[in-house]
């Protein structure tokens, strides 16, 4: 088992930054495919970001550019450094973990290809 803990939301004006934390523990973070996933009301889940064990990332179209995903292997934390916010931006965030091996990395995109997930911390941005 892995156990996932988000923080670092809050309310933010358009234009600022947050940077989210994932604490994890239970199994070997390092060895971890680690994601960002959205969903904000009435929508479907989006993913954000990935980064996988090897530390290649992955970012969803509408956050490239503004979003940075990092992991600290030794704190096992996984971070989503977020810049330039919009309203749009407004969502619950989700850690998501996951220790299966994909060659295609279309599947670090897929909410379904990960096992633990985060009970998720909300981000407000206000225009």
């Known amino acids: 088992q892995e156990q996932l803990v988000e923080s670092g939301g809050g309310l933010v004006q358009a234009g600022g930054s947050l940077r989210l934390s994932c604490a994890a523990s239970g199994r070997t973070f390092s060895l971890a495919r680690m994601a960002w996933f959205r969903q904000a009301p009435g929508k479907e889940r989006e993913f954000v970001a990935a980064i996988a064990s090897g530390s290649d990332t992955y970012y969803g179209d509408s956050v490239k550019g503004r979003f940075s995903i990092s992991r600290d292997n030794v704190k096992e934390i996984l971070y989503l450094q977020m810049n330039s916010l919009k309203p749009e931006d407004t969502a619950a965030y989700y850690c998501?973990?996951?220790?299966?091996?994909?060659?295609?990395?279309?599947?670090?995109?897929?909410?379904?290809?990960?096992?633990?997930w985060g009970q998720g911390t909300q981000v407000t941005v206000s225009s």
């Open positions: 998501a973990g996951d220790f299966r091996r994909y060659a295609d990395s279309t599947y670090y995109l897929a909410a379904s290809t990960y096992d633990y």
